[in-house]
């Protein structure tokens, strides 16, 4: 069974430039979740989308977007990068939306801003 | 609002050693969610254990053993006989119950380094 697949694992961006990353969830999991991991504010939740509707958004700017399709796939979007824009992004997938589910997470993609 | 709290930044040990990563929890949901990840350094998060508010009951898998006490929010985590593939860092995290979505905060996270 194929984990959650993120892509591209690493990218080079420059200030100002936009970047978009993609995330194929688990065959059958319709809950997608990003999280946004830095050394100095740790991970915190982007958002989460089920069945193409996002549940629910973190505090971030609204720079940051994503969205979800009919497959389940999804992609977040980061217009106008700036340089703490810098992190590792994680997508998790799980079967539903729910507090207690298990999220299994992909191996992230790192952003670096120059 | 939901927090949590891992104190111990940096854990190093000597393999074979006995290691606890301590968790510390807030929230003011009745009904909640606490998960351990495992971040090793290709840099996916990995489940480990999740327990609900209402499970109290401690549980050993293996070389894992974890200790939940409600009285005091705390979740700990216990490696017993450490081995150096267990190098990682490793989350605490806490999730709302059933709102029809679904949001993790995680603590700062503990790295933890077995030597040979």
């Known amino acids: 069974k194929a984990g959650v697949t993120q892509t591209p694992r690493y990218l080079i961006k420059t200030r100002g430039q936009q970047v978009t990353l993609s995330c194929s969830p688990i065959?059958?999991?319709?809950?997608v979740s990003w999280y946004q991991q830095t050394p100095g504010q740790g991970l915190q939740f982007l958002f989460e989308?089920?069945?193409?509707?996002?549940?629910n958004k973190g505090n971030f700017p609204g720079r940051f977007s994503g969205r979800q399709f009919s497959n389940s796939r999804s992609e977040m979007n980061v217009s106008t990068l700036e340089l703490g824009d810098s992190a590792l992004y994680l997508c998790?997938?799980?079967?539903?939306?729910?507090?207690?589910?298990?999220?299994?997470f992909g191996a992230g993609s790192r952003l670096t801003v120059l | 609002a939901q927090k949590v709290t891992q104190a111990q930044t940096e854990i190093s040990v000597v393999e074979k050693e006995d290691v606890t990563l301590d968790c510390v929890y807030e929230?003011?949901?009745?009904?909640?969610?606490l998960f351990w990840y495992k971040q090793p350094p290709s840099g996916e998060l990995v489940f480990l254990i999740r327990?609900?508010?209402?499970?109290?009951q401690n549980e050993i898998s293996g070389r894992y053993s974890w200790n939940f006490q409600k009285s005091t929010s705390s979740f700990n985590f216990t490696i017993t006989a450490s081995q150096v593939v267990d190098s990682a860092v490793y989350f605490c995290?806490?999730?709302?119950?059933?709102?029809?979505?679904?949001?993790?905060?995680f603590g700062q996270g503990t790295r933890l380094t077995i030597n040979p």
């Open positions: 998790a997938s799980s079967l539903a939306a729910s507090g207690a589910n298990v999220l299994t």
């Open positions: 065959s059958g999991h319709r809950s």
């Open positions: 989308y089920f069945s193409e509707t996002q549940r």
């Open positions: 929230t003011r949901d009745t009904t909640y969610y």
């Open positions: 327990r609900n508010s209402f499970d109290e």
């Open positions: 995290a806490l999730s709302e119950a059933d709102r029809g979505a679904q949001k993790l905060v």
